[in-house]
């Protein structure tokens, strides 16, 4: 198991080298424009260069606390919320023509409102944020409530279990993989709504650094702050998966 892991990295490897070669050898050779598309070279010596930028770190932490703030704020609404639809199927079925309308919504074209609403700053970014994350845990956390076993559910009733213990020894951990599949999408879409909010309108942010590398043609720049967004959503991605496997431990 562990030669097979070691052979794949090495693969990978590989392949990420062979392709930045490549990369570079057209850059240098004319084949690739580096005015439009860059080079490895640049673009890991403005990595290393912006580094020691403080501004790096700071709009980093602003992006990473609308990212954190929209995710809780969505998920918890959408669990509340979901369990009140599981609990009324009535109040589900009225509210469900209103929420098929806003999830079918391009949220992205709110940006202008919930900037006119919040500002330039953190809200309207964690407003985005939240209503991308909300819609995709709240099918997940309907869909793995009902997706519980019955059988356990009247076995637990059968033993005179609480409602409160139900809950916490059935309920939960049966619906716990399919809402940690909605969770796990849930922070990526908080991710990108917070920096794609940033890139339209911001005051600070690594949405608002893209934008402005972008306007002033630093392509190397941008995909050094592409490169890092995406190490941001493995790492993020990572840390869910270890959550999971702790919660659901006992399987």
């Known amino acids: 198991m562990r030669g097979e892991t070691l052979r794949t990295l090495s693969q990978h490897v590989l392949f990420v080298c062979v392709f930045l070669g490549l990369w570079e050898w057209g850059a240098r050779a004319g084949w690739v424009d580096p005015s439009f598309m860059g080079s490895p070279l640049g673009i890991i010596t403005f990595t290393l260069e912006n580094l020691s930028n403080a501004r790096l770190w700071g709009d980093l932490g602003w992006t990473l606390l609308a990212v954190f703030a929209s995710f809780v704020i969505g998920s918890l609404a959408a669990m509340i919320t979901g369990l009140a639809f599981v609990t009324w199927p009535k109040f589900e079925a009225f509210c469900d023509p209103y929420i098929s309308a806003f999830n079918v919504l391009p949220r992205i074209a709110l940006v202008p409102l919930f900037i006119l609403w919040f500002g330039l700053g953190i809200g309207s970014k964690i407003a985005l ?83 402005y590398l972008g306007s002033t043609f630093n392509v190397n720049g941008v995909w050094s702050l592409l490169f890092d967004l995406a190490l941001i959503g493995v790492l993020i991605m990572k840390l869910m998966n270890w959550i999971e496997r702790r919660l659901l431990h006992w399987q």
């Open 129 to 211: 944020g939240v209503s991308l994350t909300f819609f995709i845990v709240l099918s997940s956390t309907v869909a793995g409530i009902r997706g519980v076993s019955q059988d356990h559910v009247t076995l637990t009733r059968t033993l005179g279990a609480s409602s409160r213990q139900m809950f916490f020894s059935v309920t939960l951990p049966g619906a716990v993989p399919v809402l940690f599949s909605g969770l796990r999408l849930g922070v990526i879409y908080a991710l990108l709504g917070v920096v794609g909010a940033e890139v339209i309108a911001s005051e600070r942010g690594l949405g608002q650094q893209l934008a």
